[in-house]
């Protein structure tokens, strides 16, 4: 110092120094604290729990969400604290469900994990709570970690695969009966094709209901889906519970046995279900009464596919045989779908080629043989096979949808026939043709039809089947309006057989009846008074003014005989055999010169 205690100048100049250097630390020392406390307010902001170990596994720092997750153990949370005293601590409270019976192994695991991070843990916490573990091992020996809670997008998760699976079971069950539907059965059949040994046996049955159809009609809906819920129920109990029941149309099921299945067995299954299907059942002080048709297939697992459609042919081939009855597929059957494949691409083709023609057969007046008329019939003269009748191939077309184009051609073929007749002069007063109720139903067919007399003669439809008249004759009422409209002549077909009687003279008013060739043919054998039933037919037709056609006859005895019993027209061989259009015009110029001579 200098005199009088004045400071050297190197003196202040060293406690500027130090001044400046402690306001420098002072500085730094704030902006440390201003940065920590960003970083604990950053740390405290983290959506998710964070902690960080030192290199020794001890807490160095965490925040607040991390205590709050893990609430069983969050006493030994704390700075200092090593990893495993914090898991110690909540095995002791319970808090690691997965680890319940064997806490000694689950606490080796997940140390090791800790010790060695290799991707995110999934952890559960109790009350469903549900983490995911990212931890990661930092440079200098750290361990930073993150728990994010994924309960929400767990439950979400878990929300999203119940309504899949609810939506898959609704695309493969039927809602009615909650059996399978078909994509339910193609799934089952797949799945039992791919994990069944290729050798092991199946049995599979198609199932159609018999006089369903009428259920609906007569008692509604509600009656049906009863009866479809009461057979379900038949099946299913019909077979074993690893069995595939399933509905796959309106009345239709089919039924997977599983192995091991041969024809015993499946048989069985199908009496079982032919027999409780044929009792009567109850519904709202009704009775229902319905059967059933099965077609079974037997078969490895190979061959799941290719046996439902063996089973197709099979149920077509029993209902064809009478219904209520199951029968087993063989080649035989096969072979028969074949040929009738076959046919039914040679009609397709032979339509196109003009192979379908009718063929007519005489109608005479009974008192003195006069031509009256002629009855179309639909013939198909196949190239190979020859000249086939209707009950060959009608059926096929049937199934081809090609009804309405053969009852068009053989209608326009019997026109045209009709009208050569009168042009060549001889003197006609009807063509028939048959066609079914089912077509007349169908509006666009009656409109096609010619309107008015066809050049000196007039149409008549003959209806090929019984009409049940008492029940649906409201609903067909307006058919026979529109006919009698465009003056087309409406004649019964087979009268006297079923529903084909009494009261439909009174509602249809027909212009002719023919009479069913059973009942001709009893009556000429004069079997059981058939004959008594034909005069009694007869006059009750000509007190209603009402022509009745005898069909059938084959000699001049059976002729007497039906117009003693009081028939009108006849029509048979011994009139003449079904002739095509170049031998009826020379059959009726023969004939009109016989009857002049």
């Not at 020794?56 to 604290?81: M, P, Q, W």
């Not at 095995?91 to 695991?109: F, I, M, N, V």
């Not at 003009?354 to 008329?373: H, K, N, S, W």
């Not at 003056?487 to 077909?493: C, R, T």
Request: net charge neutral; hydrophobic share 45%; glycine share 8%.
């Amino acid at each position: 110092m200098t005199e009088a205690g004045t400071p050297r100048p190197d003196d202040a100049s060293a406690a500027q120094g130090r001044w400046r250097r402690a306001a420098e630390l002072a500085g730094a020392r704030r902006a440390a604290r201003a940065a920590e406390d960003r970083l604990w307010a950053a740390i405290e902001a983290l959506p998710d729990a964070f902690v960080l170990y030192d290199a020794e596994d001890r807490v160095a720092l965490f925040n607040t969400k991390y205590r709050d997750l893990y609430a069983a153990s969050a006493g030994a949370i704390r700075i200092g604290a090593t990893f495993e005293e914090i898991l110690r601590a909540g095995l002791a409270h319970g808090q690691y469900p997965e680890a319940a019976g064997r806490e000694e192994a689950w606490l080796a695991e997940r140390l090791e994990r800790h010790r060695a991070p290799r991707g995110p843990i999934a952890q559960e916490l109790p009350g469903g709570r549900h983490l995911q573990i990212h931890e990661v091992r930092l440079p200098n020996g750290d361990t930073a970690g993150f728990r994010v809670d994924v309960t929400e997008i767990k439950r979400r998760k878990q929300e999203l695969r119940e309504k899949a699976a609810a939506l898959e079971v609704a695309a493969t069950t039927d809602s009615l009966t909650g059996l399978r539907n078909r994509r339910g059965l193609e799934r089952a059949v797949a799945e039992l094709a791919r994990t069944c040994p290729k050798s092991a046996r199946f049995g599979l049955l198609h199932v159609d209901l018999d006089r369903f159809k009428p259920i609906n009609s007569v008692f509604g809906h509600a009656a049906g889906d009863f009866a479809l819920r009461r057979v379900a129920e038949v099946l299913t109990r019909s077979v074993r519970r690893e069995d595939v029941v399933a509905r796959v149309g309106g009345d239709e099921f089919v039924l997977v046995l599983t192995p091991p299945c041969d024809r015993r067995r499946a048989m069985a299954a199908a009496q079982r279900i032919l027999s409780q299907c044929s009792e009567p059942v109850d519904w709202n002080g009704k009775t229902l009464r319905f059967g059933a048709s099965i077609g079974i297939a037997l078969g490895p697992a190979a061959d799941l596919p290719r046996m439902q459609a063996d089973a197709d042919i099979a149920l077509y081939e029993a209902k064809k045989g009478g219904r209520n009855r199951n029968l087993l597929f063989n080649a035989d059957l096969r072979h028969r779908v074949e040929a009738r494949k076959a046919l039914s691409d040679d009609l397709l083709a032979g339509l196109s080629r003009g192979e379908i023609e009718a063929q007519y057969q005489p109608q005479v007046d009974a008192a003195d043989g006069t031509l009256v008329g002629f009855e179309a019939l639909a013939r198909w003269r196949h190239p190979v096979r020859g000249l086939l009748g209707p009950q060959a191939f009608l059926g096929i077309a049937e199934d081809l949808g090609l009804v309405p184009t053969v009852d068009r051609l053989i209608c326009d073929h019997a026109i045209a026939t009709g009208r050569a007749l009168v042009a060549a002069g001889h003197a006609l007063s009807t063509v028939s043709v048959n066609v079914s109720m089912g077509r007349l139903t169908e509006g666009p067919f009656v409109q096609q039809l010619p309107s008015g007399p066809c050049d000196g003669f007039r149409l008549s439809l003959e209806i090929l089947e019984a009409v049940d008249v008492d029940r649906d004759f409201d609903e067909i009422a307006w058919v026979f309006d529109a006919l009698r409209e465009r003056g087309i002549l409406i004649e019964v077909d087979d009268f006297g057989s079923g529903r084909a009687s009494l009261t439909s003279l009174l509602k249809i008013r027909p212009d002719r009846v023919k009479l069913d060739s059973q009942i001709v043919r009893a009556a000429l054998e004069d079997t059981r008074g058939a004959g008594a039933m034909v005069r009694a037919i007869a006059e009750m037709c000509h007190g209603l003014g009402i022509p009745m056609t005898a069909e059938g006859i084959e000699t001049a005895e059976h002729a007497r005989l039906v117009r003693e019993m009081g028939c009108d027209l006849l029509q048979g061989y011994y009139v003449s055999p079904p002739l095509d259009r170049g031998d009826l015009l020379s059959w009726a110029a023969a004939r009109s010169a016989h009857r002049t001579a």
